[in-house]
């Protein structure tokens, strides 16, 4: 029977090789009409019989294009009335282009590997080949619509071959806005550390010589600059700690293949098939003992971070013969991300020997996204290349909002209807560079979603320079959102859920809504609102900041807390090791109240473990001590005995753990066991507020949220104790756990509130 359908296709469809892709696709079912682009997605209609009709429909959601994301087919079916010769694509209508979700930067696909390969290829060994399948997108779109003018390949022009190709829909590089070939396209080319270019050479061939003598290589990549060294090579990786100042914090590593990468490392069938997927992502996988790969690349750590390429310069540069290359963001310690050839090399000329860099423009700064599986689910860590600009899907519908995030690891939320766009990484607010990149970023977002705040959300703190942008904006209702309550928050939206939950907060410090460090919170939270059940008692953080940096400060609170001055007179290594001068002096600004903030933190009661069982005093990098922690521990059941308050508020007191550690220590038991005893108690602290809880305020729901989440033993044990009890407990998958969800929560609590005070 002959029929005709007509249906409207939302979701990331343009700028992927869709209208092709169903072109393609009718033609070979034998049915007339049309695809169009529109304002809303994609728009076709078809004439046929109606089985080919149905396959053709079913078939589009299956077979769609790797960069495609379907969200929604309406389809209508209408009496055929008049014949389609044939099937066309028809110009966009006036407006189209817009409003449409834009596809992230995805590694090269396999059709452009193997031409890349292949020396009768007209692009054999051509470092810039992509099509409508892969390539650069997010980080190239300076403007919308999506057209070539409107990225920053606008500068090249397209040879006569490759702009063939480009108007061909039977081309893999049918409206492929970055294509290029080595005649029109982007160029690399080598420089010296002064910035000097040098000429007869061929520039990837030396960046692979130059690796191999264990010298370090600024690349420009999809997002920024990398700083590459040889990963089997100790004296490069140590150069290139000493001389970026990243003492210790791991290191990412590339390898071309799963091969290579299964050599050092051990790779899980989930493991592998992320590492493998078009997003490309750096993967936390444990550590092969004796493997090739330097020790410093990640010390005192059971993990790797590992990626493998995702442009073709990369397969390029490792060839088949290196194991693996150190890829490490191109910036001194936590500055962001370089981008540009002349920045790059003003930032980075005391780091690399060289610079490998390219004339195409990185227009946003991207950084490599890093995840890890755990209870076989792939949880993001940091969000950022591959994964945005794709939206989060909210349970409810959303009214233009721009929230601006928290102060550190610090991402931006655009949101309008059931859309949340998270943005890339921004990093910490601390320095000009991040503060720009931060305006920069929301400029950005709102410029290629089309959407124009009508609502701001922000942090409670006052001082942080994302609430003080978003007190700026004059004219637009505002919404402050506690810092913990966004935590669980973005939790609940990740999960879909839009009830009362049982919210378990954990994290290093946010500001609370009294005033003090808020970050062992146990809330009972909506969307718009929570109730604070409890938390870990208030202990003094001596110094601020100072005690983040070195968390045996934490433990001298803690001892104190616990044993008064007396802890001086006990027999173990930290209160041996301890500067009497400097304790001293501390125990007095406790007594007097100077610069002591009191806090809540569950971070900060790591940090302090960490420095009483000697794994820890000082830190180069955020959750250094507790990560550290973590690392170290050993086997058992054993715990120390919390009591929960059976009424009230729920304040759990760190004196137990204390007194149990202490007591641990004097009786010599190995730290390895200390530590899993204090790990088994927050699962049991926690199981047993939950319980307490469920009967209180009959709920069974709890989210986990905060950055100590990506505490592995914790997500896992807690996870599981909670379940075996049939509380419905809810994880981050997609989203961050840490402060790189903050922004999301933010845009959820400030639409709640705004609903209510709109009645
Ligand atoms: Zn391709
Ligand atoms: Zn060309
Ligand atoms: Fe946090």
């Known amino acids: ?414 949101a309008e209807g059931e859309h949340a766009f998270l943005s890339q990484h921004v990093g910490d607010l601390e320095n000009l560079e991040a503060t720009d990149s931060f305006e920069l970023t929301v400029e950005h977002l709102k410029d290629i979603l089309e959407i124009e705040p009508g609502l701001i959300a922000c942090d409670l703190h006052p001082d942080y320079y994302s609430t003080q942008y978003a007190l700026r904006q004059e004219g637009i209702p505002q919404v402050s959102v506690q810092h913990h309550h966004a935590h669980i928050a973005s939790c609940m939206a990740e999960n879909g859920i839009n009830k009362t939950v049982i919210g378990l907060a954990l994290d290093g410090t946010g500001y609370g809504s009294d005033g003090t460090l808020w970050g062992g919170e146990i809330l009972i939270a909506d969307f718009e609102g929570f109730e604070r059940a409890g938390h870990f008692q208030y202990v003094p953080l001596p110094g601020g900041e100072a005690a983040i940096r070195e968390p045996w400060r934490m433990a001298l609170s803690l001892l104190y807390q616990a044993f008064g001055k007396d802890l001086f007179d006990l027999p173990i290594e930290f209160v041996q090791r301890l500067d009497r001068l400097k304790a001293g002096n501390i125990l007095t600004m406790i007594e007097r109240k100077i610069n002591c903030p009191l806090t809540s933190s569950c971070g900060r009661l790591f940090d302090g473990i960490a420095a009483l069982v000697g794994v820890r005093d000082r830190v180069s990098y955020k959750g250094q001590a507790a990560i550290e922690l973590e690392m170290e521990m050993g086997e058992g059941e054993g715990l120390y005995p919390v009591t929960v308050p059976e009424r009230g508020e729920c304040i759990i007191p760190q004196n137990p753990i204390i007194h149990g550690v202490i007591s641990d220590l004097r009786q010599g038991v190995d730290r390895g066991t200390v530590i899993r005893k204090f790990h088994n108690t927050l699962v049991e602290i926690f199981t047993d507020v939950c319980l307490k809880l469920q009967q209180k305020y009959s709920l069974n729901r709890v989210c986990l949220s905060g950055g100590v989440f990506q505490n592995v033993f914790l997500l896992e044990n807690l996870e599981k104790a909670l379940s075996a009890l049939d509380f419905e407990v809810y994880t981050h998958s997609m989203v961050p756990p840490n402060d790189g969800g903050i922004a999301l929560g933010q845009v959820i609590v400030a639409n709640a509130v705004l609903k209510r005070e709109e009645g």
């Open 1 to 414: 029977m002959i029929t005709r359908a007509k249906a409207t296709i939302k979701g990331i469809v343009q700028g992927v090789g869709f209208r092709p892709f169903v072109y393609q696709l009718a033609r070979k079912k034998g049915l007339g009409g049309y695809v169009l682009n529109t304002s809303e997605g994609v728009d076709i209609e078809v004439e046929g019989e109606q089985e080919n009709i149905e396959s053709f429909f079913e078939e589009i959601q299956i077979q769609k294009p790797p960069l495609a994301r379907i969200t929604s087919v309406e389809t209508q079916y209408l009496p055929h009335h008049y014949h389609y010769d044939d099937f066309v694509i028809r110009p966009s209508r006036i407006g189209a282009q817009q409003s449409v979700l834009i596809s992230p930067d995805i590694c090269i696909c396999d059709d452009c590997l193997r031409e890349m390969k292949d020396p009768a290829d007209r692009r054999y060994r051509y470092p810039f080949i992509n099509c409508t399948n892969c390539g650069p997108r997010y980080t190239i779109i300076k403007d919308i619509p999506y057209d070539r003018k409107n990225t920053t390949m606008a500068s090249f022009t397209m040879c006569d071959r490759c702009q063939q190709e480009y108007d061909d829909p039977l081309s893999r590089r049918f409206h492929a806005q970055p294509n290029a070939c080595s005649d029109c396209g982007p160029h690399v080319s080598l420089y010296d550390h002064a910035g000097q270019v040098l000429h007869g050479i061929d520039p990837v061939g030396k960046t692979r010589e130059l690796l191999k003598e264990g010298k370090i290589v600024a690349i420009k990549g999809i997002g920024g600059f990398h700083l590459a060294c040889d990963a089997t090579n100790g004296n490069a990786v140590t150069l290139l700690r000493e001389r970026k100042n990243r003492e210790e914090k791991p290191l990412a590593i590339m390898s071309s293949s799963l091969e290579k990468v299964k050599q050092y490392a051990l790779v899980g069938t989930i493991e592998a098939a992320t590492l493998s997927s078009k997003e490309r992502p750096i993967v936390l996988l444990p550590k092969k003992e004796g493997s090739a790969i330097a020790g410093q690349v990640a010390p005192r750590n059971r993990y790797l971070g590992v990626m493998l390429p995702y442009t073709p310069l990369h397969y390029l540069i490792l060839g088949d013969d290196l194991l693996a290359l150190v890829m490490t963001s191109g910036n001194l310690s936590e500055e962001p991300i370089a981008i540009d050839n002349d920045e790059a090399f003003r930032r980075l000329s005391g780091i690399a020997d060289c610079f490998l860099v390219h004339d195409r423009e990185i227009y946003m700064r991207n950084d490599d996204s890093v995840v890890r599986v755990v209870g076989e689910k792939v949880r993001m860590i940091r969000r950022s290349r591959g994964y945005v600009p794709v939206p989060i899907f909210l349970p409810f519908h959303a009214k233009p909002t721009l929230a601006c995030g928290p102060y550190l690891s610090n991402t931006i939320c655009i």
